[in-house]
């Protein structure tokens, strides 16, 4: 069975500061890996998905990496504000069916 | 187009009532699925369809029936609600092709609570 852990559970920065958040995965036969953002109270809102034949997608200011090998994706968050503010979390599809195993994600705060 | 949309976005019910959350999509997506979201649990799969007339389970279907008679509705229904199912329900959708396709989308939620 797929888990998916993301580590740290919370972290908080000055506002400026370059970070980097993480996602492990214990099975490397994946499809796809999707990051999503949710404030408090919302839903989801994807922000990058990785396929598995790729190694990376930017949007913006947002980096997403995947290196199935190591089980792990990382996003990067150059020049944080504010308003990124939010619970971040990755998601994994094994097969092209609509349906991804997730990580608890981590919740970010950006303080001015 | 309206992406996701879920009804209601707040219920309460008492033990033993059943009821049905709503989900619509208007992006034509093949793929629709329900997973729930508690604290310390992060967001579980319901069930989940890859086509109009197919259903299947994921990791917590007890308690839940589904069915999809068109592409743009998957309704969920809670059969007899017990204070355990008290969660945040999204309904999430995605298109049968591969690469960027596959992106998933996600309805706004639906906070139930079961006294």
């Known amino acids: 069975k797929q888990e998916v852990t993301q580590i740290p559970a919370a972290l908080s920065v000055p506002e400026g500061e370059n970070l980097v958040l993480n996602c492990s995965f214990t099975d490397s036969a994946i499809y796809n890996l999707q990051w999503f953002r949710q404030d408090p109270g919302k839903g989801l809102t994807s922000l990058l998905l990785i396929q598995s034949s790729q190694r990376e997608q930017t949007s913006g200011r947002l980096n997403a990496s995947l290196d199935k090998s190591s089980g792990r994706s990382t996003l990067y968050i150059a020049a944080s504000q504010p308003g990124d503010s939010a619970t971040y979390l990755c998601a994994l599809e094994r097969t092209n069916a609509g349906k991804s195993t997730f990580g608890d994600g981590t919740t970010l705060t950006v303080k001015p | 187009n309206a992406g996701v949309t879920q009804t209601p976005k707040f219920q309460v019910l008492k033990t033993g009532q059943s009821m049905t959350l709503q989900c619509a999509q208007d992006?034509?997506?093949?793929?629709m699925s329900w997973y729930r979201q508690d604290p310390g649990m992060g967001l579980r799969l319901i069930h989940y369809s890859v086509g109009a007339g197919i259903t299947d389970q994921g990791e917590v279907p007890n308690g839940y029936n589904v069915s999809r008679s068109t592409t743009e509705d998957f309704p969920l229904r809670l059969l007899s609600a017990a204070p355990s199912q008290t969660s945040v329900y999204f309904c999430?959708?995605?298109?049968?092709?591969?690469?960027?396709?596959?992106?998933?989308?996600f309805g706004p939620g639906t906070r139930l609570t079961v006294l």
């Open positions: 999430a959708s995605s298109a049968l092709g591969g690469g960027s396709y596959n992106e998933q989308f």
């Open positions: 992006m034509n997506h093949e793929y």
